[in-house]
């Protein structure tokens, strides 16, 4: 039985408990405070690229402690030890008990709180969006986090041309062709971005002929990573810039991957970088076509705003392009790219059957009911 908004109530959070072994944690939680609003999950998704690796155990914060004052990591010293309690930043939750104003019981709201059942939020902290009339609730897991991610890449490519005078999200890749590295959500969403901003000719490529595939049936021409760079090479070409693409947005995190994005590009054009190299780069080329060419590697990140831009830029503008995005681009979304929607309880075993199994996914939604 659900817990009255007046009383405490048993949370349960999806953790990793050790390498390879994912379970439920459970705490108790409190009613809200005044100022505080208190959520149900509906649904919440898996950013694969990110938690994975802590059930792999290959996450850098699992071998050494970020400093944030100094901007690195100090080798040794671990910031996150198994069990790993919390995951996760792609929720859908539904108000319960509203102590702030502007949110009632029953709004839905897109946040990140985690593969949690419930959370108190606190407005003036949490990015808490509305979700239009008559969208399709589950496609708010992509509109606090994940959906910015990929426009911040789009974002950086726009200061590459205009710098503070961005016109609008895209402006950089309007008119132009767009390479888009690796078929996954993150390059997905970048590749609509770069529609909605009317890039000329959008590529996807990926190694992978089933995210070919999918990404065909989203409306984009795909190929795979030799052709791509060949593909860029011989049909992109001006006399003033020279052949190649202008930029590139770089989603998978492989060596071979970043090398071939290189290539790809004209002289002096510049990689919009989205992955998170968790492996390492061992394998990166940079005495060849880096140097020969004068390119450049731009890490866009969703807590790195472009600094031309970062006082007219945040997260919540960001979100609300991707709110726009899902408007318009929903149904085919929906449709495309959530390939797997699983119950919260099933989640353990799904996460053991990715990475023992390696089967072919894109979005992961574990509902809750």
């Given at each position: 039985?659900?817990?009255?908004?007046?009383?405490?109530?048993?949370?349960?959070?999806?953790?990793?408990?050790?390498?390879g072994?994912?379970?439920?944690?459970?705490?108790q939680?409190?009613?809200?405070?005044?100022?505080?609003?208190?959520?149900?999950?509906?649904?919440?998704?898996?950013?694969?690229g990110?938690?994975?690796?802590?059930?792999?155990g290959?996450n850098?914060?699992l071998?050494?402690?970020?400093d944030?004052?100094a901007?690195?990591?100090?080798?040794g010293?671990?910031?996150?030890?198994f069990?790993?309690n919390?995951?996760g930043?792609?929720?859908?939750?539904?108000?319960?008990?509203?102590?702030a104003?502007?949110?009632?019981?029953g709004?839905?709201?897109?946040?990140?709180?985690?593969?949690?059942?419930?959370h108190?939020a606190?407005?003036d902290?949490?990015?808490?969006?509305?979700?239009?009339?008559?969208?399709?609730?589950?496609?708010?897991?992509?509109?606090?986090?994940?959906?910015?991610?990929?426009?911040?890449?789009?974002?950086?490519?726009?200061?590459e041309e205009f710098?503070?005078?961005?016109?609008?999200?895209?402006?950089?890749?309007?008119?132009?062709?767009?390479?888009?590295?690796?078929?996954?959500?993150?390059?997905?969403f970048?590749?609509?971005?770069?529609?909605?901003?009317?890039a000329?000719e959008?590529?996807?490529?990926?190694?992978?002929?089933?995210?070919?595939?999918?990404?065909?049936?989203?409306?984009?021409?795909?190929?795979?990573e030799?052709?791509?760079?060949?593909?860029?090479?011989?049909r992109w070409?001006?006399k003033?810039?020279?052949?190649?693409?202008?930029m590139?947005f770089?989603t998978?995190?492989?060596?071979?991957?970043?090398?071939?994005?290189?290539?790809?590009?004209?002289?002096?054009g510049v990689?919009?970088?989205?992955?998170f190299?968790?492996?390492?780069l061992?394998?990166?080329?940079?005495?060849e076509e880096?140097?020969?060419?004068?390119l450049?590697?731009?890490?866009?990140?969703?807590?790195?705003?472009?600094?031309?831009?970062a006082?007219?830029?945040d997260?919540?503008?960001?979100?609300?392009?991707?709110?726009?995005?899902?408007?318009?681009?929903g149904?085919?979304?929906?449709?495309?790219?959530?390939?797997?929607?699983?119950p919260?309880?099933?989640?353990?075993?799904?996460?053991?059957?990715?990475?023992?199994?390696?089967?072919?996914?894109?979005?992961?939604?574990?509902?809750h009911?």
């Amino acid at each position: 039985m659900a817990a009255l908004p007046h009383q405490d109530r048993r949370i349960r959070s999806l953790g990793i408990e050790r390498p390879g072994e994912p379970y439920f944690f459970d705490y108790q939680e409190g009613p809200a405070g005044e100022g505080q609003v208190r959520l149900d999950l509906m649904y919440t998704g898996l950013s694969a690229g990110t938690e994975l690796t802590f059930m792999k155990g290959t996450n850098p914060y699992l071998h050494s402690r970020w400093d944030e004052g100094a901007g690195v990591f100090v080798p040794g010293e671990p910031s996150a030890r198994f069990p790993v309690n919390f995951l996760g930043y792609m929720e859908v939750g539904r108000v319960i008990d509203s102590r702030a104003g502007g949110f009632a019981n029953g709004d839905v709201l897109a946040t990140t709180f985690g593969h949690k059942t419930g959370h108190t939020a606190n407005p003036d902290h949490d990015l808490l969006l509305k979700l239009p009339p008559g969208m399709d609730p589950m496609l708010g897991i992509f509109a606090a986090q994940m959906g910015p991610i990929a426009a911040n890449g789009i974002l950086h490519g726009d200061v590459e041309e205009f710098g503070r005078a961005v016109p609008f999200l895209g402006a950089g890749v309007q008119g132009r062709p767009v390479l888009v590295w690796g078929g996954g959500t993150v390059g997905l969403f970048c590749a609509l971005f770069a529609r909605v901003g009317g890039a000329s000719e959008i590529v996807i490529v990926d190694p992978s002929p089933w995210r070919q595939d999918l990404a065909r049936r989203m409306g984009f021409d795909a190929m795979g990573e030799d052709e791509g760079w060949r593909h860029a090479k011989g049909r992109w070409h001006s006399k003033s810039g020279g052949r190649g693409a202008e930029m590139v947005f770089q989603t998978r995190a492989r060596s071979e991957s970043l090398n071939l994005a290189l290539r790809a590009l004209r002289p002096q054009g510049v990689v919009i970088d989205l992955a998170f190299y968790q492996g390492g780069l061992d394998g990166t080329r940079l005495g060849e076509e880096f140097h020969h060419n004068g390119l450049a590697i731009r890490c866009a990140q969703i807590n790195r705003m472009p600094r031309a831009v970062a006082d007219v830029w945040d997260q919540r503008r960001l979100a609300q392009e991707t709110l726009r995005l899902l408007e318009a681009e929903g149904d085919l979304i929906r449709r495309e790219m959530i390939t797997h929607v699983v119950p919260y309880d099933e989640a353990p075993a799904l996460l053991r059957h990715l990475v023992a199994d390696r089967p072919e996914f894109l979005q992961v939604v574990f509902a809750h009911e």
